[in-house]
């Protein structure tokens, strides 16, 4: 079945140091693919999509590209602030998963000033 | 613009017994899903519904039913509750159902089952 796999955290950053979050998936034909951020105590708010492969999704500085070759949505920003200080879901929709939503175990950032 | 609203915020419950949860969509989307996320966990799909009927299922036990009104906006219910249903409960709503279409979700319901 369908997965996502994500690098495990916590990552802790310095304020304006460069982020990656690693996401790979596994799924049959053609899925989208989500970033998703979740603040303390709150419920999960989209960051970016891609929907076919060589997309690039971008937001807020946020960006990742769905990489079919090497089955992969990596999550980047060049200059982080401590605000962005939260976890971060990648998942997956496809066909085979009906529209649900599926998704990795999150990668918790903590960016200190 | 109202966005995905839930109700109640928190909620403790005994085991055994039965807990609603309510959920109103985004205006103008139609579809609403229901996700479980334990702590320090990513969400679990548990349904969905469209058109007021359950489209699909993830793998969860019949405990868990849920329904959707002619507003659209649906209520998931739990019955003989477990400890291992102390969760986050998270609405979903989108207009429409595929795989690209967007997902904005609620703040979610923190239940407690003692």
């Known amino acids: 079945g369908d997965s996502v796999t994500q690098m495990e955290g916590p990552v802790t950053l310095s304020e304006e140091a460069f982020l990656t979050i690693n996401c790979t998936y596994t799924?049959?034909?053609?899925?989208?693919l989500f970033w998703y951020v979740q603040y303390p105590g709150e419920g999960l708010q989209l960051l970016l999509k891609?929907?076919?492969?060589?997309d690039k999704g971008s937001n807020k500085g946020f960006e990742a590209t769905y990489r079919k070759e090497t089955t992969s949505f990596h999550l980047e920003k060049g200059s982080v602030q401590v605000s962005d200080s939260a976890v971060y879901f990648c998942?997956?929709?496809?066909?085979?998963?009906?529209?649900?939503?599926?998704f990795g175990k999150g990668t918790s950032l903590l960016v200190t000033p | 613009d109202a966005g995905v609203t839930q109700s109640p915020t928190h909620l403790i419950k005994t085991r055994g017994q039965q807990v609603t949860l309510r959920c109103s969509p985004k205006?103008?989307?139609?579809?609403v899903s229901w996700y479980q996320q334990a702590l320090g966990q990513g969400p679990q799909f548990i349904f969905q519904y469209y058109e007021e009927e359950e489209r699909q299922r993830g793998n969860f036990p019949d405990r868990f039913s849920g329904h959707q009104f002619p507003n659209y906006s649906s209520e998931l219910n739990v019955n003989a509750l477990l400890l291992g249903d102390s969760a986050l409960y998270l609405c979903a709503s989108s207009r429409g159902v595929g795989i690209s279409y967007e997902q904005y979700f609620g703040p979610g319901t923190r239940l407690t089952v003692t």
């Open positions: 799924a049959t034909g053609y899925p989208s």
């Open positions: 891609a929907t076919k492969a060589d």
């Open positions: 998942a997956l929709s496809s066909t085979n998963s009906g529209y649900a939503l599926n």
């Open positions: 205006s103008g989307h139609d579809t």
